[in-house]
């Protein structure tokens, strides 16, 4: 092995020391396992157990869309593999609860804690049979819509109720109330239908549901949604039925014609829009769901859209073309009702005092009312010019189509192409202020963006336009001026110029905060007035990320955010919480010191799970759930604090976890919690807040047990420049000290934090999946990688070489047999690796960049933008252009070393990656092609910077371990590898099977 040193200053190799926390390792008193609750997993499995194989991965489960009844009583949640159908699962959610399952999917629970609503998908044997059998789309069968009563399951006999297929559905948030439209071409099911059991036979396959139909025409030159002079332009089309059941009385409603429906919040009430193809009964509805009385907000003949409710159900909103309807260009208004007279006003269009001259009302903006109430916010637009009545026809072979890229353009033109619908739909916020019958636009042309409080009407939204600073994008980042506007006249107040992000606002509007990198500070403004303050200029502690070693301005460690009633702001430093009073000045470590002085980061556990840190109505101030992190230990849990004064931090559990909250029942104090460590999957629990009380709820995949699977500890040791590191290692179960192993090493940055995160084992989307290596037989190391400015690549060098060789030494390690694999920014270093060092017995790389001064002047497909920003800014983290920094571009390219590379290189990197250009995975293959160096390039067409289909996730899963074994563990290697499937085979030989070997 070498390692050249290409720096001015040579670094001494530190030979490191690997030091693995175990369970019994005595910990400080303030990190002791919680006594009530047994977190011990499970002793790991017998030699004689088998392996993880590539089908075995394939019925892994993962939990989703978990929810717990409002009165916490029932826990709702899906089960999906890769391959199978989803199961719905529906439990008691206490100790020893019956469970019952479904095939299903996208469950809701009533409000009141009675029904769950779900689909039932039909089942994937027998959708790939009819594709197998050439069907395709209408003729595939569709999901159906279907009611489970929690009260009557376990009932002899009982099943879910099927309603058939629908198109779509919604579910009240008030009472036992569903809307849906039926699919028009699907016969009305028997109403007692249910669910098969197991061992019925599966119902005949239904037709697909089709979108609804129904809604303004389209194709009218020159306004929103089109608009032309031919009457069959004009054209209207009948909305569809919709039906309306109580479920708690089986009651049923049916309206017709129905393009888009709602139900309020906070209230039994649901409105809806009708279109019919001859206008008749076009208008808007009120249903009061408590009587069933309907009301008539408008009607006439036109185009309803963007209907909207407020939380409480007592008014509407809407935007309509019926009093134009019959215009060349057809203007929207936008109307308002409110019950319980429920007739409908116009509040605004052109002519309106306050939209500006040769603006309109568009239907491209939301429409939405402020949390109070008292305000409609809706979308603006210059009007646009009538498109001409004909275009003039020109054969297609003398039209010119072409991008024309200027100097001068604020965005590249690769940008601006995907932006485009963007920019061409964009609105720009106005606001009625339905008290004072007044209309006030906000934003404008240079200042496009506006936000308001979350709570209330309050008197002052938050401006913010990046205009002056769209150029810097490409090569710096993104800036944004910000400005405080009177909702009440318009008018604009400049706080802040140049600046990072985006500020957030406070609950009631009474300050606007941001963080200032150059500054190093949390800012906090006020609405009404005032210079801003820095909210941690008395923290005697850096609240910027002190490990954040990128060119650019640091980042914050974040923030709580508000408590109520804008008391105070809540941010972090890395260690403790702090509280800012702007009134006083105030500043408080709430947490006094403990995180710092024990080397836990606390911060403020959102319980609730509502709008923003802490919910739409800011953090109460009181008592307080702190989640805790050791960073040394990677021990997580929960302690309690209080929000409003300094009190030292009383633990509740610490534990060999990492722990997520997954939900919290609307009614009472029971919260779903997740857990999990490298053996144990995230399974949920149960708890009243106390967390003594746990209660496992679910066991997704029990089949893990009867896998070889392996064991996570953190390994130290130091880097070529003394820096103290730390990493992940992953040891086989029946590790055996005295045995010689393969070995994995995977790296992106920094991932020791995550030492406690469990790893399915299914094929991802890029990476080796540390589980199944692990139970194959491999070690796997893990190492974290700090950068030095200028040099990425020999950053990652000289952490994960020392990091590998101090593994090595350990003797347990075939120094022969490692392997390396990494994706992306991992890919681009392991590139780098190999041209400076032979450690490594086979690579793969994905997506890497190999050439740095080819890349800084590509673009990144997928947002258009140029690729410089990562080289000056951001992780490529060069710090300067190409010009100035030449030598650095050039020296962390590895295609310029190419003929170093003595390690086989696989490569992933797939013709559509919107991240990486795929030129530079071509640029490093060609050129060790012709070294005559072995090295393969798969590129699966059509995918990005990932793998998303699942056919490719399997095909990549099952090529690297070919891969790897076969340098790693001696196995043959595949005909992909010795011959290559050329290209008149492509689709029809794989390549993925081995040619058999005369014996001499």
């Known amino acids: 092995m070498t390692l050249p040193r290409i720096r001015p200053v040579a670094r001494a190799l530190a030979v490191p020391v690997v030091r693995a926390f175990s369970a019994t390792r005595a910990l400080p008193a303030a990190l002791a396992l919680g006594a009530a609750l047994a977190l011990a997993t499970a002793a790991p499995a017998t030699a004689q157990q088998p392996a993880l194989d590539h089908d075995d991965v394939l019925q892994w489960k993962n939990i989703g869309s978990p929810s717990l009844s409002a009165d916490g009583t029932w826990l709702v949640y899906t089960l999906t593999a890769m391959e199978g159908d989803p199961v719905l699962n529906i439990r008691e959610a206490r100790e020893g609860g019956r469970e019952f399952s479904f095939r299903g999917n996208r469950p809701t629970i009533t409000s009141d804690s009675r029904f769950v609503i779900f689909q039932i998908p039909p089942p994937e044997a027998l959708v790939d049979s009819l594709r197998l059998a050439g069907e395709r789309g209408d003729a595939l069968p569709s999901d159906t819509l279907a009611i489970a009563e929690l009260a009557s399951l376990g009932d002899d006999g009982y099943m879910p109720r099927r309603i058939g297929v629908v198109t779509n559905f919604r579910v009240a948030a008030e009472g036992s109330w569903i809307a849906y439209k039926p699919d028009e071409e699907e016969e009305e099911e028997d109403e007692e239908e249910g669910e098969e059991v197991a061992g019925e036979p599966e119902p005949e396959p239904q037709p697909r549901a089709r979108p609804g139909r129904g809604g303004r025409p389209g194709g009218r030159p020159g306004g929103p949604g089109g608009g032309g002079e031919e009457d069959d332009e004009r054209e209207k089309e009948d909305g569809d039925p919709v039906v309306l059941r109580n479920l708690s009385t089986g009651a049923e409603m049916r309206y017709e014609?129905?393009?888009?429906?709602?139900?309020?919040?906070?209230?039994?009430?649901?409105?809806?829009?009708?279109?019919?193809?001859?206008?008749?009964?076009?208008?808007?509805?009120?249903?009061?769901?408590?009587?069933?009385?309907?009301?008539?907000?408008?009607?006439?003949?036109?185009?309803?859209?963007?209907?909207?409710?407020?939380?409480?159900?007592?008014?509407?909103?809407?935007?309509?073309?019926?009093?134009?309807?019959?215009?060349?260009?057809?203007?929207?208004?936008?109307?308002?009702?409110?019950?319980?007279?429920?007739?409908?006003?116009?509040?605004?269009?052109?002519?309106?005092?306050?939209?500006?001259?040769?603006?309109?009302?568009?239907?491209?903006?939301?429409?939405?009312?402020?949390?109070?109430?008292?305000?409609?916010?809706?979308?603006?637009?210059?009007?646009?010019?009538?498109?001409?009545?004909?275009?003039?026809?020109?054969?297609?072979?003398?039209?010119?189509?072409?991008?024309?890229?200027?100097?001068?353009?604020?965005?590249?033109?690769?940008?601006?192409?995907?932006?485009?619908?963007?920019?061409?739909?964009?609105?720009?916020?106005?606001?009625?202020?339905?008290?004072?019958?007044?209309?006030?636009?906000?934003?404008?042309?240079?200042?496009?963006?506006?936000?308001?409080?979350?709570?209330?009407?309050?008197?002052?939204?938050?401006?913010?336009?990046?205009?002056?600073?769209?150029?810097?994008?490409?090569?710096?980042?993104?800036?944004?001026?910000?400005?405080?506007?009177?909702?009440?006249?318009?008018?604009?107040?400049?706080?802040?110029?140049?600046?990072?992000?985006?500020?957030?606002?406070?609950?009631?509007?009474?300050?606007?905060?941001?963080?200032?990198?150059?500054?190093?500070?949390?800012?906090?403004?006020?609405?009404?007035?005032?210079?801003?303050?820095?909210?941690?200029?008395?923290?005697?502690?850096?609240?910027?990320?002190?490990?954040?070693?990128?060119?650019?301005?640091?980042?914050?460690?974040?923030?709580?955010?508000?408590?109520?009633?804008?008391?105070?702001?809540?941010?972090?430093?890395?260690?403790?919480?702090?509280?800012?009073?702007?009134?006083?000045?105030?500043?408080?470590?709430?947490?006094?010191?403990?995180?710092?002085?024990?080397?836990?980061?606390l911060r403020y556990a959102r319980t609730g799970f509502g709008f923003g840190p802490g919910g739409s109505a800011g953090i109460e101030d009181g008592e307080a759930l702190w989640q805790a992190f050791h960073y040394k230990t990677k021990q997580s849990g929960f302690y309690r604090g209080r929000t409003d004064r300094t009190a030292m931090p009383e633990q509740v559990i610490m534990a060999d976890k990492s722990f997520q909250m997954r939900g919290k029942a609307e009614d009472v104090d029971r919260w779903l919690i997740a857990r999990q460590d490298f053996r144990e999957y995230p399974d949920l629990w149960v708890t009243n807040g106390e967390f003594t009380d746990m209660v496992k709820l679910t066991d997704a995949n029990p089949q893990q047990a009867d896998y070889r699977w392996g064991t996570a500890e953190i390994a130290e040791w130091t880097s070529a420049d003394r820096t103290p590191l730390q990493g992940i290692l992953v040891k086989p179960d029946g590790f055996d000290p005295t045995q010689k192993y393969p070995m994995m090493v995977y790296f992106y940055e920094r991932s020791s934090d995550g030492l406690h995160s469990y790893r399915s084992p299914v094929p991802g989307g890029s990476s080796v999946s540390q589980s199944f290596y692990a139970s194959r037989g491999y070690v796997v190391f893990v190492p974290d990688i700090p950068y030095e400015i200028g040099y990425p690549g020999e950053s990652a060098l000289d952490a994960v070489v020392p990091g590998v060789l101090s593994i090595v030494e350990q003797g347990f390690i075939d120094p022969d047999k490692i392997g390396v694999q990494g994706h992306s920014w991992g890919g681009y270093q392991i590139a780098y690796m190999i041209t400076k060092t032979n450690l490594f017995a086979a690579a793969e790389a994905g997506a890497p960049v190999s050439n740095m001064t080819s890349a800084y002047g590509g673009i990144r497909w997928s947002s258009g933008m140029s690729r410089m920003f990562q080289y000056e800014r951001t992780q490529s983290r060069i710090g300067g252009t190409l010009w100035e920094s030449t030598a650095e571009y050039i020296h962390n390219s590895p295609v310029f070393f190419a003929d170093k590379i003595e390690t086989p290189l696989l490569m992933l990197h797939n013709d559509e990656d919107g991240a990486v250009p795929w030129y530079q995975g071509i640029e490093l293959f060609v050129a060790m092609r012709r070294l005559d160096k072995p090295v393969w390039m798969l590129n699966y067409n059509g995918q990005g910077h990932g793998l998303s289909r699942e056919a490719d996730r399997k095909d990549w899963g099952i090529r690297m371990q070919q891969f790897f074994d076969h340098y790693l563990m001696d196995a043959p290697a595949p005909i992909w590898m010795e011959e290559g499937v050329p290209a008149i085979l492509k689709g029809k030989e794989l390549g993925l099977g081995f040619r058999a070997r005369r014996i001499s």
Request: no cysteine; glycine share 10%; proline share 7%.
């Open 257 to 601: 014609k129905v393009t888009s429906y709602l139900f309020a919040a906070e209230a039994e009430v649901m409105t809806y829009v009708t279109s019919a193809e001859d206008g008749e009964g076009d208008g808007v509805f009120v249903v009061n769901l408590g009587d069933m009385s309907q009301h008539a907000v408008m009607e006439g003949m036109g185009n309803y859209e963007r209907l909207v409710i407020t939380e409480d159900g007592d008014q509407v909103a809407f935007l309509s073309d019926r009093d134009d309807y019959e215009a060349d260009q057809p203007e929207f208004t936008i109307y308002h009702g409110a019950g319980p007279e429920w007739q409908g006003a116009a509040i605004a269009n052109s002519e309106t005092d306050g939209i500006p001259e040769g603006w309109w009302v568009s239907d491209n903006g939301g429409v939405r009312f402020s949390d109070g109430g008292g305000r409609l916010v809706f979308g603006t637009e210059p009007r646009p010019e009538p498109e001409p009545e004909e275009e003039e026809e020109m054969l297609d072979s003398d039209r010119v189509t072409l991008d024309i890229w200027n100097w001068q353009d604020p965005y590249l033109q690769p940008m601006q192409l995907v932006r485009a619908n963007q920019e061409r739909n964009r609105t720009y916020t106005a606001v009625a202020n339905l008290d004072m019958g007044t209309v006030v636009q906000l934003a404008s042309e240079d200042l496009p963006s506006v936000r308001f409080a979350p709570e209330g009407d309050q008197p002052y939204a938050v401006g913010t336009t990046p205009l002056p600073y769209r150029q810097l994008v490409s090569w710096d980042g993104t800036y944004n001026d910000f400005y405080v506007v009177d909702v009440a006249t318009g008018e604009r107040r400049m706080v802040a110029e140049m600046t990072r992000g985006a500020p957030a606002i406070s609950p009631q509007g009474t300050y606007m905060s941001w963080w200032d990198g150059a500054a190093r500070h949390w800012m906090v403004a006020p609405m009404a007035g005032g210079d801003p303050v820095a909210a941690s200029g008395d923290v005697p502690h850096p609240v910027w990320n002190e490990l954040d070693d990128r060119p650019d301005l640091p980042g914050s460690y974040g923030i709580a955010g508000w408590t109520e009633d804008d008391e105070a702001f809540l941010f972090y430093d890395r260690y403790d919480v702090w509280r800012y009073e702007p009134a006083t000045g105030e500043t408080t470590n709430l947490t006094g010191g403990a995180g710092r002085d024990s080397g836990m980061r």
